[in-house]
């Protein structure tokens, strides 16, 4: 079975640029997270879904953040500008339910903002 | 307020028993996972504490006391690939709780 897949794995990006990740959780996994880790950090909840609705954003930087997962399975996680603070790794996690013992993470994307 | 605390840092040796402590303020809280993460990777999952005591998984073994508010990672006979960063995570109601994690050293 395939695990949670995200893309792109590395970003480079200009700021003020927008910049989109994407991803594919494991099938059947109804909650879906998306973080935002900082080295030497743990990961910062920014949105949780259940199947497709955002049943907690109050992490997330709506001036400039966006996320949709359609059909409540692929998600997409937007920022829009970028701005150089916003380098770090965005990581996807899925759980079966939020009651569930086991988070599985994505590879995440690394982005860095110049 | 909901928060997790666990030392920053920990040495140790090989074949060593190493014991990464997390303490915790969450409400509605209902088990407690750890997590493993080596530098440039995911976070994957190593346990998780519904209810009070120990649970052993190979070398890994975990503890929940929920009186105390704490529990622990027990990692034995380690080895230099369980040189990592190592998260506690409370689940409630409405979302995973993560610690700052502690990053592992394991020397020869």
């Known amino acids: 079975e395939a695990g949670v897949v995200q893309s792109p794995r590395y970003k480079i990006i200009e700021k003020k640029q927008p910049v989109a990740f994407w991803c594919n959780p494991i099938s059947g996994h109804n909650t879906l997270y998306w973080y935002r880790q900082n080295l030497g950090q743990g990961p910062e909840l920014l949105i949780r879904?259940?199947?497709?609705?955002?049943?907690?954003d109050s992490q997330l930087p709506k001036d400039r953040f966006s996320a949709e997962r359609l059909k409540g399975v692929d998600s997409t996680l937007k920022i829009q500008p970028a701005e150089l603070g916003d380098s770090a790794v965005y990581l996807c996690a899925s759980i079966q339910s939020v009651r569930g013992t086991e988070a599985f993470f994505g590879q995440g994307t690394r982005l860095t903002v110049v | 307020g909901q928060s997790l605390e666990q030392p920053s840092e920990v040495t140790a040796v090989e074949g060593a028993i190493v014991q990464i402590n997390c303490t915790y303020q969450t409400s509605g809280f209902y088990g407690l996972s750890w997590y493993q993460q080596h530098d440039g990777g995911a976070p994957t999952f190593l346990s998780y504490?519904?209810l009070d005591g120990l649970e052993e998984t190979g070398r890994f073994s975990s503890f929940l006391s929920r009186s105390d508010s704490y529990g622990y990672l027990l990692l034995q006979e380690l080895q230099m690939k369980d040189s990592a960063s190592y998260f506690c995570?409370?689940?409630?109601?409405?979302?995973?709780?993560w610690g700052l994690g502690t990053s592992l050293a394991v020397n020869p």
């Open positions: 995570a409370g689940a409630n109601n409405r979302k995973l709780i």
């Open positions: 879904y259940e199947n497709e609705e955002a049943v907690d």
């Open positions: 504490n519904a």
